[in-house]
């Protein structure tokens, strides 16, 4: 044998380039931006469920929240570069960046320069939630599943909140012990073990709370206010049932019987959910989360009702709170000592604003001010950011609300961005009627419910750009199957010429109805006239196509800036004068 058997195929010796190299990090890459959305879910769901802080607080060293927005974040950036698509309209960033460099800019017109880094960080949370929302909320099935995990999350906060009350797990986490009376003779330490459920000293108010943003009883409450319309966007979609398992026969078997009798689905999937949530504004004892279930009932039924009954009906239901004492105690009126405080802040913050008209006395500076907060997310807003940070916050509230408006009003009710849109709608407003008597102009759960609602006019946009370019093909295959269509009604008419009478009266009546059948004529035409009747069905139908995108038009454009900007100035000013007119009455 040859001695340079070892070296027979000295050419096939592997060689290096460059897409073999890159094959594996391209791979990667690919790999992460599929995962884009299924990162997102699982980022709002640490978000607002918080598993580490309560059961592995140690891994909190590592900033696992940071990590898992990062991937998020780059998986959100490859797939926004991929498909071309964003959730929120280019202004709503620009604003955004705005509003963050406001923050910055009130530091630094206060004194403390050094101070305008971490404000930007301290802000960072709710700057991360809106952008990664918006690079990932691009279709309606994106936004209704968020929406389900948003329901699933509050709901599982809420049970473990409860199950911290009465059984006292990690109740000094889930559950706010706040005084009820006057204590200052009570001997300390904890005066009925670790059970809060089993307090009956009336020494104590115990309400339930969250974790991380939620930790505060009213932006628990608040969250929940804005999640309960978010109920029906899942309920009543369940599939139906099919195939031959014992399941689907159940469900036909009682289909008729409950699903139309009570509507069973509402039932399980939002009416229980539904109870639920509003026990747990019951135990966070929040007053504006109250207010914020008054505003949904009173925008849910006020179309149907109109605004006397619905009136008289929110009425009854907040005597019913009273009766309740849904509040723990806490009085609601005018004349009690918290809303005396609050009016005495609003004053206060009308006269930071006075001294500070451009940029406020500073991010989160209102209590260098004056002892209580503003106890109003609008005031604050004005308070400690004067006109220049006002205007993109109130922008952001004013262009998420006509985007959902302008879905509302351009497609029909039974469409599913109609409905999601009307859902959001009501989210957003009982979540800003809490926020009317809570600091919370800067909270996490207000900037991830402006991205949620902003993107369902994205994502209709989309869709209806999708329809457009699949309009062309769908067109050709249609007039391929008419052209095939004439053609052979073409066919049968000649053959009936040649044939018998009464064959030539078949013969013609089938062509008629191959071609009405063909251009959607209700009246079929005799075959020998057929040409005409093609060109006048067609006329019809060009007709009833401009008639429909009259009423429904097909292309949503940028809502107009002078639009906006005029609602956003009417909204700052009517906000403040609204204050004011609150102080001088109290005052009075």
């Not at 239901?317 to 806490?330: D, E, F, S």
């Not at 040409?531 to 069905?537: G, I, K, Q």
């Given at each position: 044998?040859?001695?340079?058997?070892d070296?027979?195929?000295?050419s096939e010796?592997?060689?290096?380039?460059?897409?073999?190299?890159?094959?594996?990090?391209?791979?990667?890459?690919?790999?992460?931006?599929?995962?884009?959305?299924?990162?997102?879910?699982?980022?709002?769901?640490?978000?607002?469920?918080?598993?580490?802080?309560?059961?592995?607080?140690?891994?909190?060293?590592?900033?696992?929240?940071?990590?898992?927005?990062?991937?998020?974040?780059?998986?959100?950036?490859?797939?926004?570069?991929?498909?071309r698509?964003?959730?929120?309209?280019?202004?709503?960033?620009?604003?955004?960046?705005?509003?963050?460099?406001?923050?910055?800019?009130?530091?630094?017109?206060?004194?403390?320069?050094?101070?305008?880094?971490?404000?930007?960080?301290?802000?960072?949370?709710?700057?991360?939630i809106?952008?990664?929302?918006?690079?990932?909320?691009?279709?309606?099935?994106?936004?209704?599943?968020?929406?389900?995990a948003?329901?699933?999350?509050?709901?599982?906060?809420?049970?473990?909140?409860?199950?911290?009350?009465?059984?006292?797990?990690?109740w000094?986490?889930?559950?706010?012990?706040?005084?009820?009376?006057?204590?200052?003779?009570?001997?300390g330490?904890?005066?009925?073990?670790?059970?809060?459920?089993?307090?009956?000293?009336?020494?104590?108010?115990?309400?339930i709370?969250?974790?991380?943003f939620?930790?505060?009883?009213?932006?628990?409450?608040?969250?929940?206010?804005?999640?309960?319309?978010?109920?029906?966007?899942y309920?009543?979609?369940?599939?139906?049932?099919?195939?031959?398992?014992?399941?689907?026969?159940?469900?036909?078997?009682f289909?008729?019987?409950?699903?139309?009798?009570?509507?069973?689905?509402q039932?399980?999937?939002a009416?229980?959910?539904?109870?639920?949530?509003?026990?747990?504004?019951?135990?966070?004892?929040?007053?504006?989360a109250?207010?914020?279930?008054?505003?949904?009932?009173?925008?849910?039924v006020?179309?149907?009702?109109?605004?006397?009954?619905?009136?008289?009906?929110?009425?009854?239901?907040?005597?019913?709170?009273?009766?309740?004492?849904?509040?723990?105690?806490?009085?609601?009126?005018?004349?009690?000592?918290?809303?005396?405080?609050?009016?005495?802040?609003?004053?206060?913050?009308?006269?930071?604003?006075?001294?500070?008209?451009?940029?406020?006395?500073?991010?989160?500076?209102?209590?260098?001010?004056?002892?209580l907060?503003?106890?109003?997310?609008?005031?604050?807003?004005?308070?400690?950011?004067?006109?220049?940070?006002?205007?993109?916050?109130?922008?952001?509230?004013?262009?998420?609300?006509?985007?959902?408006?302008?879905?509302?009003?351009?497609?029909?009710?039974?469409?599913?961005?109609?409905r999601?849109?009307?859902?959001?709608?009501?989210?957003?407003?009982g979540?800003?009627?809490?926020?009317w008597?809570?600091?919370?102009?800067?909270?996490t759960?207000?900037?991830?419910?402006?991205?949620?609602?902003c993107?369902?006019?994205?994502s209709?946009r989309?869709?209806?750009?999708?329809?457009?370019?699949?309009?062309?093909i769908?067109?050709?295959?249609?007039?391929?199957?008419?052209?095939?269509?004439?053609?052979?009604?073409?066919?049968?008419?000649?053959?009936a010429?040649?044939?018998?009478?009464s064959?030539n009266?078949t013969?013609?009546?089938?062509?008629?109805?191959?071609?009405?059948?063909?251009?959607?004529?209700?009246?079929?035409?005799?075959?020998?006239?057929?040409?005409?009747?093609?060109?006048?069905?067609?006329?019809?139908?060009?007709?009833?196509?401009?008639?429909?995108?009259?009423?429904?038009?097909?292309?949503?454009?940028?809502?107009?800036?002078?639009?906006?900007?005029r609602?956003?100035?009417?909204?700052?000013?009517?906000?403040?004068?609204?204050?004011?007119?609150?102080?001088?009455?109290?005052?009075?």
């Amino acid at each position: 044998m040859n001695a340079n058997t070892d070296t027979k195929y000295p050419s096939e010796a592997p060689r290096w380039n460059v897409r073999s190299v890159l094959d594996i990090p391209l791979f990667l890459l690919d790999t992460l931006r599929a995962a884009s959305f299924p990162l997102f879910l699982l980022y709002i769901v640490l978000s607002f469920l918080r598993p580490l802080d309560t059961f592995w607080p140690d891994l909190l060293a590592h900033r696992p929240m940071l990590w898992a927005w990062i991937f998020a974040f780059v998986a959100g950036v490859l797939n926004a570069l991929h498909r071309r698509r964003l959730g929120a309209r280019p202004i709503h960033f620009l604003l955004l960046v705005g509003f963050v460099v406001v923050i910055m800019l009130s530091m630094v017109a206060n004194g403390w320069t050094g101070g305008a880094l971490q404000a930007a960080g301290e802000f960072s949370a709710s700057t991360m939630i809106f952008v990664v929302a918006a690079l990932n909320l691009t279709s309606i099935e994106r936004i209704r599943l968020t929406c389900l995990a948003v329901v699933v999350t509050m709901m599982a906060t809420a049970v473990l909140s409860l199950y911290s009350f009465y059984t006292g797990f990690e109740w000094k986490t889930f559950v706010l012990q706040q005084s009820a009376t006057d204590i200052s003779g009570f001997p300390g330490g904890e005066p009925f073990g670790f059970v809060p459920a089993d307090d009956t000293s009336g020494l104590w108010l115990w309400r339930i709370r969250g974790a991380g943003f939620l930790n505060d009883p009213n932006d628990f409450a608040q969250m929940i206010v804005a999640t309960l319309p978010l109920l029906w966007a899942y309920a009543g979609l369940m599939p139906a049932a099919r195939g031959g398992t014992a399941m689907s026969a159940v469900q036909r078997l009682f289909r008729g019987v409950l699903d139309r009798i009570v509507g069973l689905r509402q039932v399980l999937f939002a009416g229980l959910p539904a109870a639920l949530l509003l026990f747990g504004i019951y135990m966070s004892h929040s007053r504006g989360a109250l207010l914020g279930v008054a505003s949904l009932l009173f925008f849910s039924v006020q179309k149907k009702l109109g605004n006397v009954r619905t009136a008289i009906l929110v009425g009854m239901g907040g005597l019913g709170v009273l009766a309740l004492n849904v509040a723990g105690g806490r009085a609601m009126s005018m004349k009690e000592s918290s809303a005396d405080d609050r009016i005495g802040a609003w004053g206060s913050a009308i006269q930071m604003f006075k001294s500070h008209p451009l940029l406020g006395v500073g991010y989160n500076n209102f209590l260098e001010h004056h002892h209580l907060t503003a106890h109003n997310s609008f005031v604050l807003c004005f308070a400690e950011l004067g006109l220049i940070g006002y205007f993109p916050w109130m922008a952001l509230l004013v262009l998420t609300y006509l985007s959902l408006k302008q879905v509302i009003d351009n497609r029909p009710e039974g469409d599913e961005h109609y409905r999601i849109a009307v859902l959001l709608r009501s989210a957003l407003l009982g979540y800003l009627t809490c926020a009317w008597f809570l600091s919370r102009s800067y909270s996490t759960g207000l900037f991830f419910l402006l991205a949620l609602c902003c993107s369902v006019s994205m994502s209709l946009r989309y869709q209806l750009a999708d329809e457009r370019r699949a309009a062309p093909i769908a067109a050709a295959r249609a007039r391929r199957g008419a052209a095939k269509s004439a053609a052979a009604a073409d066919a049968m008419a000649n053959a009936a010429a040649s044939a018998t009478p009464s064959a030539n009266t078949t013969a013609a009546s089938a062509a008629a109805t191959t071609i009405a059948t063909t251009f959607g004529d209700e009246e079929p035409r005799h075959a020998s006239t057929h040409p005409l009747a093609r060109a006048e069905l067609a006329s019809q139908a060009r007709q009833r196509a401009i008639r429909a995108s009259a009423r429904k038009p097909l292309v949503f454009g940028d809502i107009p800036t002078a639009q906006w900007v005029r609602w956003t100035l009417i909204g700052m000013f009517a906000t403040m004068a609204v204050v004011q007119v609150f102080v001088m009455v109290g005052r009075g």
